[in-house]
């Protein structure tokens, strides 16, 4: 969630959509099918709302690494792949994708396929696309996905000018077929290709890409309409659309919400059909308020605090100090009171659900434990200052929380800790991408691809885009090196375990509590799920007559 779908940063509890598929373990009550409420007749051209905030960037497939924005654009473009209710990947756009040795892919499109302007989607909309997103002077916030292709460092130098404008490692074939070379071989490289950042664009999109992104023009399910800033942002069906997830309703409408309170009241009075998430004030009563049509729900996500290690007071900081100030946090009370038992205590970095996932990898230094907290933080030098803050959203639904976990942490310390809370999303993300967080920020994260290096290698690498803390440990990366190295996908999957094992020792954060979808939706609309990334899958929901 890259951060991640998406991956992607969550906005507030819930967010990011990576597959029209219903992924992800029910341990609610509310998503029993037999339970559900009764399916009504249904009007295939009826159009239902959304709650959303407004997207940091414009709706450019390579610019997005929010969940606000995520969900539009999942929604305009598919992908070549996404994955099963097992995280097994499927085609969609692509007809196969092919490797013998993990390092050279072959892909093969489904003929036929047309972008929303009635042009045709082929090898080149793809190659050409990747190559401009990984463009530096493009700025594309996505940019660095594209590095493990071969001779992405010629396009996007760490130093100096580029060298190249296309990447060497891509190569059209014919009209449906291209070649994709990478500068190592990764085993799980097929399983990013699901995530939004390799869409296709069409050829309309290079005339004005600043333009492009505000009528976004793609090759999913859903059109562009209109964007109304900060109010809504309006979709519809797209018949011509030869993807297996076709919408079962005539469009959607994102309404903007700047807080989940309000758009809680909304929901109640029928003025928006579908929540991503109930606001803390909300959660003891929506169950009632709701009935069956209460969504509970766990998807892969998870809530961390980070540092800011690129400020004066955690650069040069002894990890022991953050393994203090994490062992300060009762994580049971506050998930259990705050959070009305809607989350669960995190005890690793990375989601339950995703391939990789193992429990209680970071032992002592996720449970509470003041005594101990005091002495690491004692022996660690200390807090600079003695004093953090958190900073945060306001729309997200993440004060109370984050005035919980400060007060747990000065209870147990006699550090001060206060909330810095930004207007809203765009407002908290273009402060972490400005180096501006003055001492933690909120850093939930939702999957982009089902495999655990997507919360390590995507968050805590020295050179990945979601890494906004400025966190660099050369052992880190080298292990990250030696887990994408490996030859098979189960290997390099266990290799990424000991990675998680390792990182305990330096927090690059401090994981809090794994995400749930609580959530609801109206009675003018049916078939409503919500996939592994959190996000309700839109294409499914039916708008009753």
Not at 77 to 82: A, G, K, T
Not at 181 to 198: D, I
Not at 384 to 402: M, R
Request: proline residues 5%.
């Amino acid at each position: 969630m890259r951060g991640a779908t998406s991956a992607k940063w969550v906005a507030g509890a819930a967010i990011i959509a990576l597959a029209a598929t219903a992924c992800g373990s029910d341990d609610g009550d509310s998503n029993d099918s037999s339970k559900k409420p009764a399916a009504g007749a249904v009007n295939a051209k009826g159009i239902f709302s959304v709650e959303v905030g407004e997207p940091q960037n414009p709706l450019q497939p390579a610019n997005t690494m929010e969940s606000n924005g995520s969900i539009v654009v999942k929604s305009l473009f598919s992908q070549l792949v996404d994955y099963d209710a097992k995280g097994q990947i499927k085609m969609v756009n692509a007809q196969s994708v092919e490797t013998k040795d993990s390092k050279t892919y072959t892909v093969k499109l489904k003929p036929g396929w047309k972008f929303h302007d009635g042009t045709t989607v082929t090898a080149e909309s793809y190659v050409k696309a990747w190559n401009w997103a990984a463009q530096p002077a493009n700025k594309q916030t996505n940019s660095a996905w594209f590095s493990d292709i071969k001779g992405y460092d010629d396009v996007a130098p760490a130093k100096g000018k580029p060298k190249a404008e296309e990447m060497s490692g891509l190569k059209v074939v014919d009209d449906n077929t291209f070649t994709i070379e990478l500068s190592k071989s990764l085993p799980y490289f097929e399983y990013k290709l699901g995530y939004e950042v390799f869409s296709p664009l069409p050829e309309s999109f290079y005339k004005d890409p600043k333009a492009a992104g505000e009528k976004p023009i793609g090759n999913g399910p859903y059109k562009f309409a209109s964007w109304d800033h900060k109010k809504q942002i309006k979709v519809t069906k797209f018949d011509g659309y030869q993807g297996p997830d076709k919408a079962q309703n005539g469009g959607v409408i994102f309404k903007n919400y700047s807080s989940l309170d309000t758009a809680y009241e909304d929901l109640k009075s029928g003025n928006v059909d579908v929540l991503r998430q109930i606001g803390p004030k909300d959660l003891p009563v929506y169950k009632t308020d709701l009935g069956d049509r209460a969504v509970d729900k766990a998807y892969s996500a998870i809530q961390t605090i980070v540092p800011a290690f690129y400020g004066k007071q955690f650069k040069d900081v002894d990890p022991k100090v953050i393994q203090g100030l994490s062992m300060a946090i009762d994580r049971d009370t506050i998930t259990k009171t705050v959070l009305q038992g809607t989350r669960e205590p995190a005890t690793g970095f990375v989601a339950k659900g995703v391939n990789g996932y193992q429990p209680n990898v970071a032992g002592d230094v996720t449970k509470y434990d003041p005594a101990k907290a005091k002495q690491l933080i004692k022996d660690g030098g200390g807090v600079p200052g003695n004093k953090i803050s958190i900073q945060y959203n306001a729309d997200g639904g993440h004060k109370e929380w984050v005035e919980a976990v400060c007060g747990s942490i000065t209870k147990a310390t006699g550090i001060k800790c206060v909330g810095d809370s930004k207007a809203d999303f765009q407002a908290d993300l273009n402060a972490r991408d400005a180096k501006q967080v003055k001492s933690f920020y909120r850093s939930g994260w939702v999957l982009d691809y089902p495999m655990n290096a997507n919360f390590i290698r995507d968050l805590y690498g020295t050179k990945s885009d979601g890494n906004q803390s400025g966190f660099s440990n050369k052992e880190v990366d080298a292990l990250i090196a030696k887990a994408d190295a490996a030859k098979t996908l189960e290997d390099s999957v266990k290799e990424y375990q000991e990675v998680e094992k390792k990182l305990v020792e330096f927090m690059p954060g401090i994981p809090l509590w794994y995400y749930k979808v609580n959530a609801g939706y109206s009675p003018k609309v049916q078939n409503v799920d919500y996939s592994q990334t959190g996000d309700p899958i839109l294409t499914q929901i039916q708008v009753k007559k």
